[in-house]
């Protein structure tokens, strides 16, 4: 009989089959010490660490005042409702916006009524954008733009100071990079879904001067009210096709006079220095591309469009991934139904059907054998067909009605105009079995300087919806550090060289596998993992690196709490009587939030008859990350939720 593994026993509240090793070689990485999670006999104290650890623990994480991971209802000064991006169902953790769907429930038709379609095209950035980015710049030309770049006042700072001090992993060199970046003048393009509220906090924390560019009605001008942010620049969407241009001529503009006078020279006037901006950067999975080429073009730090949009592009990341020598799940195109066949024989049962890029999760079904793979690609082409760009974002289209055989009836095949804005190109993929994780990545200079394992409990399939996650990992040791080579390399060939990034892995009964790598920061309890666990701020990490400071984070030896977080799906399909059901346990000592992700009435879903909705969130934390599943999973077994 099969072993258990340490995470599945956990989960099952079972006693593991095997402690797991401790392996002697921590390595393969830059600095072992970057990865804590490996170095199970805190081998690495020695150096400073344990006073690091000390500091951290001093600090209380657990009393501070925890971000949530879903948007939230922002009214505007005139009281009409803001712009604001939904949370992808199917990528939670991922933390990837969406643009909000009209059929998706009462409070979207509200916000499309209020707003309207003409200014829906305009509030948000999304697949047609993305499709109209220009290619990314040669190696000749963007060496030049850099050869001709001044350094920004950032830079100018930091080239007068000690490199070994500026870069050490310590408390004090942490100050002196935070002296650094005080005062940095950072535009940010996009600001994402309302639940990141807590960057730019953080962002002003730091000292840092921020500018938002985003749709003109977007949640996030209120920023600047709130004295977030230095400058809200609104920009309209709706014509893709020269939204690039547009945003560039808007960094441009940006004149560091305006922001210490505001008042004294007209913004609209003012032509700016490009060596008095420090960065360009950006927390929203839409905008990554766009920014990879405004810094591209502006001379300043940041990871090459080639690199996101490989990331970005599944086949792409496979192909790369193979052309490097790394490990990579058995996949092909699909680009006409006579290649079916061939991609079946190639990749095997079970296997998984996906477009390639840009599709927002549509079509992504499982498949166990050709019948099921025959009518898996029928199904999705279709839907791919009929899909349309509505506000700038891929919308599936109407439901068709189908024969005996599964196919669509003439009298309900619809056409959508998706395919001219992205590529519809589906691939076969090999179905990967065991226990994900997620990884947390900072690069810095070309080189991990610190990664994080979280283990995630297994998705509600057939949809592959997340539920619940504990940090820090308990897989053996050896497979942790395995998974996290996987990551450092994945990120490695594709070409990055600095930043934050959300690698997800299986360990697969073939070893570590990637899933896909997010070249920015994961969403939902991911910053707050990160920071709880190990008392590293990404967003702080993501800041230093987008002005070209690099980063060193301080990490604790151990781990500062031992935390689960659940994110539990309706059981029944119905509507949601009240959201008093979370009371008893939003006060209790071991249970860091219990918040609510739906309201009074909202109509809910479970798997049964569709995508199942999320109802709530908990996270808590315990001596042991074993007690801490334990404790999460009995709060679950003992709500009530009220779904009638």
């Given at each position: 009989m099969k072993k258990a593994s340490a995470l599945t026993?956990?989960?099952?509240?079972?006693?593991?089959?095997?402690?797991?090793?401790?392996?002697?070689?921590?390595?393969?990485?830059?600095?072992?010490?970057?990865?804590?999670?490996?170095?199970?006999?805190?081998?690495?104290?020695?150096?400073?660490?344990?006073d690091i650890t000390q500091e951290l623990s001093r600090a209380s994480l657990k009393s501070q005042s925890i971000a949530g991971s879903a948007p939230t209802a922002v009214v505007l000064p005139n009281g009409s409702i803001a712009a604001d991006y939904e949370l992808n169902p199917y990528r939670r953790r991922g933390g990837e916006e969406r643009v909000p769907a009209p059929q998706a429930s009462e409070e979207d038709r509200l916000r499309w009524t209020s707003l309207g379609s003409a200014s829906l095209q305009s509030n948000f950035m999304a697949d047609a954008v993305i499709g109209s980015l220009p290619r990314g710049l040669s190696l000749n030309e963007r060496d030049k733009i850099f050869a001709?770049?001044?350094?920004?006042?950032?830079?100018?700072?930091?080239?007068?100071?000690?490199?070994?001090?500026?870069?050490?992993?310590t408390l004090e060199g942490r100050r002196l990079?935070?002296?650094?970046?005080?005062?940095?003048?950072?535009?940010f393009i996009t600001a994402g879904y309302s639940g990141k509220k807590f960057i730019f906090e953080k962002a002003k924390e730091l000292g840092v001067r921020t500018v938002i560019i985003d749709g003109p009605d977007s949640w996030c001008q209120t920023l600047q009210d709130e004295?977030?942010?230095?400058?809200?620049?609104?920009?309209?969407?709706?014509?893709?096709?020269?939204?690039?241009?547009?945003?560039?001529?808007?960094v441009?503009?940006?004149?560091?006079?305006?922001?210490?006078?505001?008042?004294?020279?007209?913004?609209?006037?003012?032509v700016r220095d490009l060596g008095e901006l420090d960065g360009v950067c950006t927390f929203c999975e839409m905008a990554v591309p766009l920014v990879s080429r405004i810094a591209e073009a502006l001379g300043l730090p940041g990871n090459a469009p080639d690199a996101v949009d490989a990331a970005r592009d599944k086949h792409s990341t496979r192909a790369k991934m193979a052309a490097a020598g790394l490990p990579t799940p058995r996949n092909m195109l699909i680009q006409q139904p006579s290649d079916i066949s061939a991609a079946a024989d190639k990749v095997k049962f079970p296997a998984v059907i996906k477009p390639i890029y840009g599709a927002a999760s549509i079509g992504v079904v499982r498949v166990n054998d050709m019948q099921q793979l025959e009518a898996a690609y029928k199904r999705v082409t279709r839907e791919l067909a009929r899909a349309h760009i509505v506000a700038g974002a891929l919308e599936q289209g109407a439901e068709d009605e189908e024969d005996a055989a599964g196919n669509a009836t003439e009298t309900t095949t619809a056409h959508g105009n998706a395919e001219g804005w992205i590529k519809l190109t589906l691939m076969l993929e090999e179905y990967l079995d065991g226990p994900e994780v997620d990884v947390d990545l900072v690069l810095s200079e070309g080189q991990a300087v610190y990664g994080a394992i979280t283990d995630n409990w297994p998705t509600v399939e057939p949809y592959f919806n997340e539920t619940g996650s504990n940090c820090p990992s308990i897989l053996p040791t050896k497979q942790q550090q395995e998974l996290m080579q996987m990551a450092v390399q994945s990120t490695n060939c594709?070409?990055?060289?600095?930043?934050?990034?959300?690698?997800?892995?299986?360990?697969?009964?073939r070893g570590p596998r990637l899933i896909e790598v997010n070249c920015r920061m994961g969403g939902g309890p991911v910053h707050n993992?990160?920071?709880?666990?190990?008392?590293?701020?990404?967003?702080?990490?993501?800041?230093?690196?987008?002005a070209g400071i690099p980063s060193r984070p301080p990490v604790a030896a151990r781990p500062l709490m031992y935390i689960a977080e659940y994110s539990i799906n309706a059981q029944k399909s119905g509507k949601v009587q009240h959201i008093d059901f979370l009371k008893e346990w939003q006060n209790h000592p071991d249970v860091l939030y219990a918040r609510a992700l739906v309201k009074k009435g909202q109509k809910?879903?479970?798997?049964?008859?569709?995508?199942?909705?999320?109802?709530?969130?908990?996270?808590?934390?315990?001596?042991?990350v074993e007690e801490a599943i334990t404790f999460v999973k009995a709060i679950d077994a003992a709500l009530d939720i009220p779904i009638v």
């Open positions: 026993a956990a989960l099952s509240g079972k006693q593991s089959d095997s402690v797991p090793p401790v392996s002697e070689d921590t390595a393969k990485h830059s600095e072992s010490f970057s990865f804590p999670c490996l170095d199970r006999n805190n081998k690495h104290t020695a150096n400073g660490l344990d001709s770049t001044p350094l920004s006042p950032t830079l100018s700072m930091l080239s007068s100071m000690p490199s070994d001090k500026v870069g050490s992993r990079r935070r002296h650094v970046l005080k005062g940095a003048v950072i535009v004295k977030l942010a230095e400058k809200f620049v609104g920009i309209d969407f709706s014509d893709a096709e020269t939204v690039f241009d547009r945003c560039l001529a808007a441009k503009k940006i004149k560091k006079a305006d922001l210490h006078n505001p008042g004294s020279v007209l913004w609209e006037e003012s594709l070409g990055f060289k600095q930043g934050v990034f959300h690698v997800e892995l299986k360990y697969t009964s993992t990160n920071l709880l666990v190990w008392g590293v701020d990404l967003v702080e990490e993501h800041l230093m690196t987008c809910v879903t479970s798997v049964t008859d569709g995508m199942p909705t999320w109802v709530c969130e908990l996270m808590v934390v315990k001596p042991t």
